[in-house]
């Protein structure tokens, strides 16, 4: 995802040399995890699951020397809060000019939170055909899962509070390749006195003790 309106950015996660060797060991590991190239395909669920599964298409292609289908998902119309999402929502195009019958899919997204994306993007698949199994890449898994849903292959994880937000940028997307941990909360500001203003100057001791008062 990029950046929410209303956020700061608390800490760089992955700056662009980090996002791309964290590309390249999880290239390494779907290969190692697979035994080989034969049998899966990459799908990148959109919007920046796709710049992903491209990358790892081509990384795996240029230290084995096969080229990796790659489709891309929109999964609009399978989420659970489509109702809240808008009265006409955005459909982006669906590209999967493979059978996913039988053979290994490896779903592909910028961040794991909840699982709901993920979750959403299963029944999308299913109605393409019964693959032989899912398995799930991401680049950055924050945590705060609420369905059971994990990742095999993950870039870094990170726990996050529930007022974070992990931005993820490509250049493809965003023009620049960049991990930010975000937060909704104001930044703290030290206080300042108005321009002008001055302190009030203290009283010696003597003038703050209250004067006796005189016995008749």
């Known amino acids: ?18 996002l791309g060797r964290a590309i390249a060991r999880m290239a390494h590991e779907i290969v190692e995890s697979e035994g080989g190239t034969d049998g899966f395909a990459l799908i990148g669920i959109r919007t920046r699951g796709v710049p992903l599964a ?24 399978y989420r659970d809060d489509l109702s809240t999402v808008a009265a006409s929502p955005v459909l982006k195009k669906t590209e999967i000019p493979f059978a ?32 032989r199994k899912i398995l799930l890449a ?17 870039g870094k994880r990170i726990a996050t509070s ?28 030290a206080a300042r006195r108005a321009p002008g203003a001055t302190r009030a100057p203290r009283l010696p001791a003597s003038a703050k003790r209250p004067k006796p008062r005189s016995k008749k």
């Open 162 to 189: 529930a007022s974070e937000i992990v931005s993820v940028t490509f250049r493809e997307t965003d023009s620049v390749d960049d991990v930010w941990l975000l937060d909704r909360e104001t930044p703290p500001k």
């Open 100 to 131: 996913v019958e039988g053979r290994t899919v490896i779903l592909c997204d910028d961040v794991l939170f909840t699982g709901r994306t993920v979750r959403a993007a299963m029944d999308a698949i299913l109605d393409f055909g019964r693959p």
């Open 138 to 154: 991401v680049l950055m898994d924050r945590g705060r899962r609420e369905l059971p849903i994990e990742a095999q292959f993950v």
């Open 1 to 18: 995802m990029g950046e929410a309106p209303g956020t700061y950015r608390k800490l760089r996660l992955l700056d662009a040399a980090g």
């Open 54 to 77: 491209r990358r790892l298409a081509v990384e795996i292609e240029r230290t084995e020397k096969v080229r990796i289908s790659v489709g891309l998902l929109d999964i609009t119309l």
